[in-house]
Nanobody
């Protein structure tokens, strides 16, 4: 079992920045195959950024050049630095870690960007 705890969400004006953190505990060996998804009201959950199984990064086109995923393998923590935030970035941000059968999810942290 893996437990994921997120922090760092909040309310910010458009153009501002936020940094999300997610710390994993339990049966975890690395931060590979770990990252962030988000869900806006009335929309499906979508990928934001993640570390692949090989440790490379993958970003949604909508956040490239604005968001940066980073990690601390020793502490099993991943971060999401979000710059130049837009109102369309508003949603609940979920930390995710690969696992069978459906992966592991955090409880989510709300990010609200006002215009």
């Amino acid at each position: 079992q893996v437990q994921l705890v997120e922090s760092g969400g909040g309310l910010v004006q458009a153009g501002g920045s936020l940094r999300l953190s997610c710390t994993a505990s339990g049966n975890i060996f690395s931060i590979n195959s770990m990252g962030w998804f988000r869900q806006a009201p009335g929309k499906q959950r979508e990928l934001v950024a993640l570390f692949t199984a090989s440790g490379s990064t993958n970003y949604a086109n909508s956040v490239k050049d604005r968001f940066t995923i980073s990690g601390d393998n020793a502490n099993h923590t991943v971060y999401l630095q979000m710059n130049s935030l837009k109102p369309e970035d508003t949603g609940v941000y979920y930390c995710w870690k690969w696992g069978t059968p459906h992966g592991y999810w955090g409880q989510g942290t709300q990010v609200t960007v006002s215009s």
